[in-house]
């Protein structure tokens, strides 16, 4: 298996260009998630998805948008960057089992918008 | 809301030394417990987790016993190496929302010297 993986891993885009982050998983998790982490304040939830079809919005949506028309993939659309986008972005993905939600995240797209 | 405080950072140990890196959480449920930790240029990973009352859960050396009546889950290892430098996070998992949302602490980082 290779978990969650994450491309590109490193982008460098100009204010008002538009991106999209791709995310897979191949352990058939129903569950996917978006963070974003910021130096030195943790991780904060952009979107989430319980299943194929199926997103919601997270703490800090504004500017993001997502879709998930299959259960391996979870991409995340930036349509018009701004600076404050500026930070490193986490996919995971976990099956609920019990209430006990381990996650397991990828590797991390680190953007930096100019 | 439910909320998860770590000690700042950032700790910076010799090799051999104990650690402990406080947690305390605010939930308004019976929440699961997690230690997450990153390492340089990667994603998070599963550390360990406990997922009731007086559980301890460890992992690689490192241990933290899930404490109800002080809402605690502090992390500590007996020996630390120069391999344990990495940023870790504390979080626990709301089993009351319709997708296990999971809340993190701000992260602490550790720096282990020889």
């Known amino acids: 298996n290779a978990g969650v993986t994450q491309t590109p891993k490193f982008r460098i885009l100009k204010i008002g260009q538009s991106m999209t982050l791709q995310c897979t998983q191949d352990?058939?998790?129903?569950?996917m998630y978006w963070y974003r982490q910021d130096p030195g304040m943790g991780l904060k939830l952009i979107y989430y998805s319980v299943g194929a079809g199926i997103t919601d919005k997270g703490e800090v949506p504004n500017g993001y948008n997502v879709s998930r028309s299959t259960t391996e993939d979870f991409p995340l659309r930036l349509e018009l960057a701004a600076p404050s986008q500026t930070s490193v972005y986490f996919c995971a993905s976990s099956l609920r089992t019990s209430g006990r939600n381990i996650q397991f995240f990828g590797p991390g797209t680190r953007l930096t918008v100019l | 809301g439910d909320s998860v405080t770590q000690m700042e950072g950032p700790v910076t140990l010799s090799e051999e030394a104990f650690l402990t890196i406080n947690c305390t959480y605010t939930?308004?449920?019976?929440?699961?417990l997690f230690w997450y930790v990153q390492y340089p240029g990667e994603g998070l990973q599963l550390l360990l987790k406990a997922t009731k009352a007086d559980d301890k859960g460890s992992n690689k050396g490192f241990e933290a016993t899930y404490r109800k009546e002080t809402t605690s889950f502090h992390l500590e290892k007996g020996s630390v190496q120069v391999s344990d430098s990495a940023v870790y996070f504390c979080a626990l998992s709301d089993r009351g929302t319709s997708y296990d949302k999971v809340i993190f602490g701000p992260g602490t980082s550790l720096s282990v010297i020889p």
């Open positions: 939930a308004t449920g019976y929440p699961s």
């Open positions: 352990m058939n998790h129903n569950y």
